[in-house]
């Protein structure tokens, strides 16, 4: 799986969140917001702004990783949908 198709099914299963869960990534991720930030916009705590980006983030995660053993001798893919869950669990 070529890296325009991992961007694109990401982009699909985005697209399948909740609408809330839709825009903390979009402000977290694209427009590099804080998370006390995202919080004041939204009128919620910084807490559950944290909650909201793990949950969307571990359905993502669920999504890539469902069917592949990232702990398998690493496939490129695999490699690749790790790299994108570490990437959204720990930035």
Not at 17 to 33: D, F, I, R, S
Not at 52 to 75: H, M, N, S, W
Request: aromatic share 10%.
């Amino acid at each position: 799986m070529e890296r325009k198709e991992i961007i694109s099914l990401l982009a699909q299963r985005i697209a399948q969140l909740p609408e809330l869960q839709k825009k903390v990534l979009a402000m977290y991720y694209y427009e590099n917001m804080q998370l006390s930030k995202i919080a004041a916009i939204s009128g919620t705590t910084e807490s559950q702004i944290r909650q909201i980006r793990a949950q969307a983030v571990a359905v993502l995660c669920e999504y890539f990783t469902k069917g592949f053993d990232l702990a398998a001798p690493a496939t490129a893919m695999a490699s690749t949908l790790a790299q994108c869950c570490y990437y959204l669990m720990h930035y």
